[in-house]
Nanobody, 117 residues
Framework: QVQVVESGGGLVQPGESLRLSCVVS????????SGWYRQAPGKERELVAS???????YYLDSVKGRFTVSRDNAKSSVYLQMNNLKLEDTAVYYC???????????WGQGTQVTVAS
């Protein structure tokens, strides 16, 4: 059974930081890419950052220099360090792991990040 569980969201003020965690089970995590997506009210879900099995990373342009994605294969976990948070970062953040013959996207339940003054 595949399980994806996010945590670490919360309410912060602009300029502050949060670290999101995602624990994945039921898949060969160390061999898979993993991504963080977010969805704000009224907007489409967008890819924020991803990290491949070999450590290669991708970042949405608007978060470059502020967010860092990392992984710990021993813990089957992926993290998103979010620094200098801005109002526009407010969204539900989801962890994603494509896996299987048809690369089905496994999603967590999401964790709310709210940036407000």
């Amino acid at each position: 059974q595949v399980q994806v569980v996010e945590s670490g969201g919360g309410l912060v003020q602009p300029g502050e930081s949060l670290r999101l965690s995602c624990v994945v089970s039921g898949v060969p995590f160390s061999h898979l890419v993993s991504g963080w997506y977010r969805q704000a009210p009224g907007k489409e879900r967008e890819l924020v950052a991803s990290i491949s099995a070999d450590g290669g990373t991708y970042y949405l342009d608007s978060v470059k220099g502020r967010f860092t994605v990392s992984r710990d294969n021993a813990k089957s976990s992926v993290y998103l360090q979010m620094n200098n948070l801005k109002l526009e970062d407010t969204a539900v953040y989801y962890c994603n792991v494509p896996y299987g013959e048809f690369e089905y996207d496994y999603w967590g339940q999401g964790t709310q990040v709210t940036v407000a003054s």
